[in-house]
Every structure is written in structure tokens, then in C-alpha cells.
């Protein structure tokens, strides 16, 4: 590698390294009938896995689903539900079960569903 600007080119640097192949992360947009603290969210949803809270990533600010909440107008809308885009990391460590794999199997478990919920 080497850094081109308007001044010239660094010397060139190389390193070694390596890869291991490891599963692409997953992502799950789940509705909740009431704002949920992002903590106790992934916290809950890491249970409901069982994985480490650490390959939980909430995309959906706070501050989006804060403002959801105010402009909810009960006599326009039936229900409200606020969507959490969440993401699942991949397991550095061991790639037995892959983040598609256990989010489809959430999709599918009706009991790990209502464990969140």
C-alpha cells in the first residue's frame, strides 16, 4: 500500500496477514408494541439466541423511535409498532451456526418469538 496526495507518494508498505472464512453477518428488522431500552433489547434478543450481547448491533436510533413515539396519533392510527433494523455479527471464534442461520430459525420458532416479546 502506499499514500498518494498532492505532495508526492509515501514509500510502499507491505504486511502479511491472513483470512479465515467466516460467515457474513445478518440483519432482521423486528417490531416491538412499545419503545424498548436498547440495553435491555439486546440483552433479551442475546438471551433469546444465546450468543454474546457483544454480536448485537441496533441500526435504528433511539432518537428516530423517540420521535415515532410522539407523533402517534391514536385517532388516526390503529397501532403503532417500532421497527429495530438489528444486525447479527458473525462468531470470530466459532462459525458453527451461521447469523442467517439462527435468525431463520428465530423466524421460525413461535416460543422464541414471544420469549422476546
Known amino acids: 500500500m502506499f499514500l498518494n496526495s498532492t505532495i ?12 479465515a472464512k467466516i460467515s457474513n ?27 454474546n450481547p457483544n454480536r448485537i448491533y441496533i441500526k435504528t436510533k433511539d432518537q428516530v423511535l423517540a420521535n415515532q413515539q410522539q407523533n402517534y396519533q391514536v385517532s388516526v392510527m390503529n397501532q403503532r409498532y417500532y421497527v429495530y433494523d438489528t444486525i447479527i455479527t458473525p462468531d470470530a471464534t466459532d462459525d458453527s451456526i451461521r447469523p ?8 421460525t420458532d413461535s416460543n422464541a418469538q414471544a420469549m422476546l416479546r
Open 25 to 51: 453477518p445478518a440483519a432482521i428488522k423486528i417490531a416491538m408494541s412499545s419503545l424498548v431500552d436498547s440495553t435491555a433489547y439486546t440483552t433479551a434478543l442475546s438471551k433469546v439466541l444465546r450468543i
Open 8 to 19: 508526492g507518494n509515501s514509500a510502499l508498505f507491505f504486511l502479511s496477514f491472513k483470512t
Open 100 to 107: 442467517v442461520d439462527m435468525l431463520n430459525n428465530y423466524l
